[in-house]
């Protein structure tokens, strides 16, 4: 076989291959696009699911703040706020269809009261009380065959209680951080509004240390919230 002839039978050779080649191409992009389209699919799956209609829940409330015990002393004496009224306001922020998070500040105007037993509570000087925390919350709604909706839900959370105490010849302040965890339940009202119940525990130990500069060690003390309130959702 001449040079000339080995030559075009190569060329046709050649020739012949490039379809099976393009086959092999499309073959290898198409794996290719079908793989990303798996993994786009597949991510899409694994995102966090987003909550439909509304992000954001704003919850202004009122109530009643009930105090624990700053100090016990001897014979069954105690320092505490007297139960007083509290008012606030919470916002949150959908993280998840039925888990938001939360901030929180509440204000609370009490008389500081020393209780002797059989005697009951003296009053010794005036103490403002600001809450700030953040947290979770964690929801079940619930609907009910006649349409009744129900919310409820848990929170839980830490922040701190800053005390500023005034009395007749004193002025102090003191900051002591507090844990807290709640529970209530939200009734609809309509499509973007509720009536808000909850009660709310903070936990937390008076700082005598920052108010006197003493080293007196307090009481860790519950310090109930009850409060009513109404969400907007928007």
């Known amino acids: 076989m001449s040079s000339l002839e080995m030559l075009l039978e190569h060329r046709a050779a050649h020739r012949s291959l ?3 080649r393009l086959m092999r191409v499309s073959s ?3 794996g290719v696009i079908a ?3 798996a993994t786009s699919v597949a991510s899409a799956q694994a995102s966090p699911p987003t909550a439909s209609g509304t992000a954001f829940e704003l919850t202004p409330y009122a109530g009643y703040m009930i105090f624990g015990d700053f100090l016990k002393g001897p014979l069954g004496t105690n320092i505490s706020n007297a139960p007083s009224p509290i008012y606030g306001v919470q916002l949150g922020m959908k993280l998840y269809p039925n888990i938001s998070l939360i901030g929180n500040i509440g204000y609370s105007n009490a008389n500081v009261t020393v209780g002797v037993p059989f005697l009951g509570g003296y009053s010794i000087a005036q103490s403002s009380t600001l809450l700030y925390d953040g947290g979770l919350q964690l929801e079940l709604p619930m609907t009910t065959a006649s349409g009744f909706r129900l919310k409820p839900f848990a929170q839980v ?5 800053r005390y500023n105490i005034n009395a007749s010849i ?6 002591n951080f507090a844990g807290n965890i709640g529970a209530g339940a939200d009734v609809g009202l309509g499509q973007s509004i509720g ?3 909850m009660a709310k525990d903070y936990i937390g130990k008076f700082n005598f240390r920052d108010a006197t500069q003493l080293d007196i060690q307090g009481q860790t003390a519950n310090n109930w919230a009850l409060s009513a309130g109404l969400r907007f959702d928007f």
């Open 195 to 197: 009536l808000r119940l």
């Open 170 to 175: 004193l002025n102090t302040n003191a900051t």
């Open 28 to 30: 290898f992009a198409a």
């Open 18 to 20: 490039q379809p099976l």
């Open 157 to 161: 959370g830490a922040g701190a209680m």
């Open 35 to 37: 793989l990303f389209g």
